[in-house]
């Protein structure tokens, strides 16, 4: 019988990845057609579905102002009517408004081209909104950095998996991940960081949900928690 935070011998992180990968094909993230949308999504799509952070994209297109000056030239309640629906729009409005300061501060996609990916990620976490998931979603979606994205879906299922314990903090995951599929040449770890994470993402939203659907799981024959076994 399998026991809570017992280690799982049967799978790697690895191992999940190319299961995953054979059972959904690639996911093509992230959605957006230049790394400015990818960041303004990264900062929209906390607490709220992808579906309407697109509608907000779209919103932002159609007033011409998906442009960092633009937005900084909006008034607070004009920002916020129309990023209305990724919710929370007063607080996702401020966050945006910071965000678009701070980028527009370090000389944009240029400037940020130019620091590491320690200093970087640093300067991101220091914008007042950005916690380390959006940061790490622009640093590997918007500027290719190769930093292992970690969310709810992330925690969920590799601890069902027994290949993590599931209390570790954000940091200690992201490390565990980086470590483990450390293989690889620095562009190679990018396309599989990007790749992974929107695995995941499709698993956990599809699959692996609170309430899992183990009977539709590609990971089901090795996963110790699985209803079916």
């Known amino acids: 019988m399998y026991v809570a935070g017992q280690v799982n011998t049967k799978v790697t992180f690895r191992s999940v990845y190319q299961q ?10 992230w959605p957006g057609e230049t790394p400015f949308e990818i960041m303004i999504g ?3 799509t906390q607490n709220t579905a992808w579906t309407n952070v697109e509608k907000v994209i779209a919103n932002l297109c159609d007033h011409d102002c998906l442009d960092a000056e633009r937005i900084m030239a909006l008034t607070p309640a004009r920002l916020a009517a129309l990023i209305r629906p990724a919710g929370y729009f ?4 401020k966050r945006l ?3 678009c300061a701070w980028y527009l501060a370090v000389g944009a996609e240029k400037g940020m081209a130019v620091l590491d990916d320690k200093t970087l990620r640093h300067e991101l976490l220091a914008v007042n909104g950005v916690g380390p998931e959006t940061a790490d979603d622009i640093l590997l979606y918007a500027c290719e ?3 292992f994205v970690i969310d709810a879906y992330t925690r969920r299922i590799f601890s069902r998996l027994g290949l993590i314990a599931g209390d570790e903090t954000y940091e200690q995951l992201r490390q565990i991940f980086e470590k483990a599929l450390a293989r690889g040449s620095r562009q190679q770890r990018i396309r599989l960081f990007n790749e992974y994470h929107a695995l995941i993402v499709c698993h956990g939203k599809d699959v692996c949900r609170t309430k899992p659907r183990c009977g539709t799981c590609c990971l089901k024959s090795s996963c110790p928690s ?3 076994q």
């Open 20 to 29: 995953l990968f054979k059972h959904c094909g690639p996911q093509h993230w």
């Open 226 to 228: 699985s209803l079916d």
């Open 90 to 93: 007063n607080v996702k409005a």
């Open 97 to 99: 408004h910071n965000f």
């Open 42 to 44: 990264a900062v929209l």
């Open 145 to 147: 950095r190769p930093v």
